[in-house]
């Protein structure tokens, strides 16, 4: 093997990312643009939700549990109708998502024991409504809590019992602490499938591949002269997106970054070998690019854990997402960032990673011999 051929063809794969335009925006614009689009646009706490009330009995009770929801963070009232048909309009039209309802006789069913409310929400949006009905019995227990002490004084000092919840590694529940170190999986899926996807495809596309072939060029010559450009690009790119989520968005890394770079060496090597293997394949680019797209992109997407617990899943889906090399990405990622886990630690998803590298490379190492002969 000749190290000066591979750089060769590394620096002529340089060359080709620097003429093309496309290439550059995928390998280092969009990033940038996917990870603040991400950050700042897609966020699991539910907050802030548009809320109609409506107050039957406008007494000083009721008064006092509406201040309670709406003085919360999650609650944020936008109307004030009269009648159960106005909120009816309201949610039809989407104006507000939840509708809360206070009975006429709400103060005397407090005198008595008895009281409740109502609350109606838009079930078309399933994630909002679960939030809804946790965050209304929170304040509804707080409520009556709260009653009881006044009610009771000095013989209710204390609750008979309290529980004392920790939330470990993230403990103010920050959705982006979770979501940054899967954007960064993601990324660097884009760089190393969609991109090294291309790299023969061109090559046949623009009719040079039988320059190469005549070539004293080696099938695993060409293949590390081919993906050597992209495995910098991402590990910069792996570099600039971490940046950019511990500085900016204040994503904490307790981890090794020597351990980073480990695993992003090994991801890649399993991301750039399935897109070499796709690439020595097919013989359009755009063929090249829509077989990547959903072989790679759209798993590392939906079922590697980045947005939905695979523990959700149904067990078939569990089972086609054990060869999803982002499954074992995300989760050292997140253990690195998150937990500051070490290498003995992550060592299942090192050796998975490692694994799914050598075998795709090995596939098309073969597969690329196989059209020179």
């Known amino acids: 093997m000749s190290f000066y051929r591979i750089w060769a063809i590394a620096r002529k794969e340089f060359i080709q990312i620097l003429r093309d335009v496309r290439s550059l925006i995928m390998a280092f614009l969009f990033p940038i643009v996917l990870i603040f689009l991400f950050s700042y646009a897609i966020t699991l706490d539910i907050k802030q939700i548009p809320t109609a009330i409506i107050d039957y009995s406008n007494t ?25 048909k106005e909120l009816q309009s309201l949610i039809d039209y989407g104006k507000v998502k939840v509708g809360i309802v206070i009975s006429p006789d709400f103060a005397d069913g407090l005198n008595r024991g008895g009281a409740s409310i109502q609350t109606i929400t838009d079930g078309s949006d399933a994630n909002t409504s679960q939030s809804t009905l946790a965050y209304t019995s929170l304040i509804v227990s707080e409520y009556n809590l709260s009653r009881l002490q006044n009610s009771l004084g000095a013989r209710m000092a204390t609750t008979p019992i309290q529980a004392n919840v920790r939330f470990w590694y993230n403990p103010d529940l920050n959705s982006q602490n979770f979501l ?33 072939i005549s070539t004293p060029l080696k099938p695993v010559e060409l293949a590390l002269g081919k993906l050597l450009p992209y495995y910098l690009i991402g590990m910069v790119d792996l570099l600039l997106a971490a940046y950019i989520g511990i500085v900016v968005f204040g994503v904490p890394f307790t981890g090794n970054l020597w351990t980073l770079a480990l695993f992003s060496t090994f991801f890649l090597m399993a991301a750039l070998s399935i897109g070499y293997l796709i690439s020595v394949t097919l013989k359009s680019q755009q063929a090249a690019f829509q077989i990547s797209l959903l072989t790679s992109f759209l798993p590392g997407f939906l079922l590697s854990g980045f947005l939905f617990p695979i523990s959700s899943m149904p067990f078939v889906i569990q089972a086609v997402s054990l060869i999803v090399p982002g499954r074992y990405f995300i989760s050292a990622l997140r253990g690195l960032f998150l937990k500051g886990s070490t290498l003995q630690q992550l060592l299942p998803e090192a050796l998975a990673l490692l694994l799914f590298g050598s075998v795709f490379a090995l596939l098309a190492i073969i597969k690329f011999r196989k059209k020179i002969q």
Do not use: C, H
């Open 60 to 84: 000083d009770y009721s008064r006092e549990l509406i201040r309670r929801f709406t003085n919360s963070q999650y609650f944020v009232e936008k109307n004030r109708p009269t009648s159960e």
């Open 180 to 212: 940054v170190p899967g954007l960064i999986s993601l990324i660097m899926t884009i760089l190393g499938s969609l991109l090294a996807s291309l790299t023969i495809a061109r090559e046949w596309e623009r009719g040079t591949m039988e320059l190469l």
